[in-house]
């Protein structure tokens, strides 16, 4: 079983640059020597990896039949409770603002590469995930899914920029979770910021799937 998954995981020239990307970011945020950059940009990064990592586990899981096959979908809600993760990095580019003017330029670069890599490991695990929905529900509504799940996404990166909340906090108290998300839901600066978002990663996300595609020579259509 290990070294199936392990065949999968080295898979993909894609892959490789994720984790290219990744290394070149932590260097470049170990070389900051703030500790609160390491701290911040060091966490949200590795939430970043968390959902593609569940992807790719999905993924192989399913070709190697290692798991029932009715454990996709709770797999999948998981997946989806963490991929807001990955392109909130986005939000961490405000904190150009606050940064002393000496630094600015580096700080701008850091926190760039670091919301580049989280942007595009969250489309890869889209792409994974949207792969394995196309050959279960068809390609109609594996778009409609995927849509839908980049409008949560967006919804989610409100919930934590804002209202400070954790994928985690599903599990540590849904009961106030359900309170703040419907607060949230009534309140017409998150509806406008999620819209923006999901309108932004939806376009990202279709000219993500058309290069693949060119580079592969694999549809999704």
């Not at 701008?108 to 050959?135: D, E, I, K």
């Not at 839908?148 to 409100?158: D, K, V």
Request: glycine share 4%; charged share 15%; hydrophobic share 55%.
């Amino acid at each position: 079983m290990l070294k199936k998954l392990l065949a999968v995981y080295r898979s993909g020239e894609g892959l490789r640059m994720l984790v290219l990307l990744t290394l070149t970011s932590l260097v470049m945020v170990m070389a900051r020597q703030d500790f609160w950059f390491i701290i911040m940009l060091t966490w949200n990064l590795f939430l970043a990896w968390v959902p593609l990592v569940i992807a790719l586990f999905l993924r192989a899981a399913t070709r190697h039949r290692l798991l029932p096959d009715w454990t996709l979908w709770p797999g999948l809600a998981i997946w989806l409770l963490f991929l807001p993760n990955s392109p909130y990095i986005i939000t961490d580019l405000f904190h150009v603002r606050e940064v002393a003017e000496h630094t600015v330029w580096f700080d701008t670069m850091m926190l760039f590469m670091c919301a580049l890599t989280g942007l595009l490991t969250g489309l890869y695990s889209l792409l994974v995930v949207h792969r394995l929905l196309n050959a279960r529900i068809g390609r109609r509504q594996a778009w409609a899914a995927m849509v839908g799940c980049l409008l949560l996404t967006s919804f989610g990166i409100y919930l934590g920029r804002f209202v400070r909340l954790n994928s985690w906090d599903l599990f540590m108290d849904p009961l106030d979770l359900t309170r703040l998300v419907g607060r949230s839901l009534m309140n017409p600066f998150a509806l406008k910021l999620t819209l923006s978002y999901t309108f932004a990663l939806v376009t990202l996300y279709l000219g993500f799937t058309r290069y693949v595609q060119r580079q592969t020579h694999e549809s999704l259509d």
